[in-house]
């Protein structure tokens, strides 16, 4: 499974930004999709995920500003972004695995998300 993302910029606080994440290969085999960020100097954080039947989770930092989507049929998944924060700057990794727990064996490049005040 390869993993592109797209839709990272910069952004000014308060704003939206809506990134993409289009997946190739065996995309059959995909069952949860998921974004995680990495700010510098800090550890990735798991941001956001959708599973195949759509249940979803959302860090505690970004409930009720972000919402993550899926389209099966472009295998693509989405997180738009509102009411963005300076904290949310980081690079934005795509991510997927073909179990509904566990390790994430998929990643994109990432995608800089830059958020200015």
């Known amino acids: 499974v390869q993993l592109v993302e797209s839709g990272g910029g910069l952004v000014q606080a308060g704003g939206s930004l809506r990134l993409s994440c289009a997946a190739s290969?065996?995309?059959?085999?995909?069952?949860?999709m998921g974004w995680f960020r990495q700010a510098p100097g800090n550890q990735r954080e798991l941001v956001a995920t959708?599973?195949?039947?759509?249940?979803?989770y959302y860090a505690d930092s970004v409930k009720g500003r972000f919402t993550i989507s899926r389209d099966g049929a472009k295998n693509t998944v989405y997180l738009q972004m509102n009411s963005l924060k300076l904290e949310d700057t980081g690079v934005y990794y795509c991510v997927s695995r073909i179990v509904p727990v566990g390790r994430w064996p998929y990643w994109g490049q990432g995608t800089q998300v830059t958020v200015s005040s």
């Open positions: 959708i599973a195949t039947g759509g249940s979803t």
């Open positions: 290969g065996s995309t059959f085999s995909i069952n949860t």
